[in-house]
């Protein structure tokens, strides 16, 4: 049952990514971007990752997605006139990806990743256990994270403001 | 629950959604959509990170993916302001446009 449910996932995760990379409209390539990040929420919960399937739907489909619809449609962009590469760099770009996961795929064969075969406890992803992780071992880079948001909020600001000349 | 799924499938997804985010930034002119496409890659390695830490029991793999999200919403918003001021100026996000530095 949830080998078919992966599957489905996976294959819907897939699509999804690929129709981002190869539709013609902005505005559509944003809507197939949220799909896509909603199957990964769902791989999530698969993997007993509860806590990061709920902040992924909040930060992604509801936060950064909202932004990037908000741009596509602020800079009207929403036409399909947009130039494209020609076509023998569309082939290499192509190719190289491909051979870019054949070279992985390659690499995965030859390591050994089966020593984590065990059937996962279903409470490491608690919201507990992962927040008790962030407030003793990992407090420090916690806290850099809120300067570093701080900062990208004054940066964002600065940079997207009109100029008064 | 998910003992009945390989790892090796959580690998070769994640590798394989990777490659579409690189194919992605090779192959559109457009700088909203390249965005977007190192998004996606991003969210790759946050699922191989997540799959790592639910086989090897051990949940730093989802407090790393957590700092991950952190840096990918301020890149995107500082990305995206970026953009915004760069269209004010040549009325475009295509690429090619921006081809000043060549010289």
Redesign the interface.
């Known amino acids: 049952m ?2 078919y449910l ?1 599957y489905l996932l ?1 294959a819907l ?2 699509i999804s ?2 129709l ?2 190869f539709s013609k409209v ?1 505005m559509y ?2 809507l197939w ?1 949220v799909v ?2 909603f199957t ?1 929420a769902g ?2 919960i ?4 509860q ?2 399937a709920i ?2 739907i909040i ?2 489909a509801g ?2 997605m909202v ?2 619809l908000f ?2 449609m ?2 009207n ?1 929403n036409k399909e006139n ?4 020609n076509n023998w ?2 082939f ?3 190719v ?3 051979i ?2 054949l070279t ?2 390659a690499a ?1 064969r030859s390591t050994e ?2 020593a ?7 409470e ?2 608690f919201v507990q ?2 927040g008790m ?2 407030f003793t ?2 407090v420090l ?1 916690f806290e850099i ?1 809120s300067i ?2 701080l900062s ?2 004054i ?3 600065v ?2 403001k ?1 100029d008064k000349n | 629950m998910i003992e009945t799924i390989p790892q090796h499938g959580y690998l070769l997804l994640s590798t394989f959604l990777f490659c579409i985010g690189v194919i992605g930034v090779l192959f559109r002119r457009n700088a909203i959509i390249i965005l977007m496409c190192v998004e996606l890659m991003l969210n790759a390695v946050n699922l191989l990170l997540v799959s790592f830490s639910a086989y090897s029991q051990n949940s730093d793999g989802q407090v790393f993916v957590f700092f991950i999200m952190v840096v990918a919403a301020a890149e995107v918003a500082v990305g995206l302001a970026l953009l915004v001021s760069i269209y004010r100026n040549v009325m475009s996000t295509d690429i090619n446009v921006l081809s000043k530095l060549k010289g």
């Open positions: 949830t080998q992966f996976a995760s897939v990514a690929l981002v990379v902005p390539s944003v971007l896509c990040f990964i791989h999530y698969i993997l007993n990752a806590f990061l902040v992924h930060v992604y936060a950064i932004l990037f741009v596509v602020l800079l962009l947009e130039q494209h590469k760099i569309r290499a770009a192509v190289s990806g491909g870019l996961f992985l795929i995965m990743v089966l984590y075969n065990l059937p996962p406890k279903s490491i992803g256990n992962v992780k962030l071992d990992f880079p994270s570093l948001f990208a909020m940066g964002a600001v940079l997207a009109k």
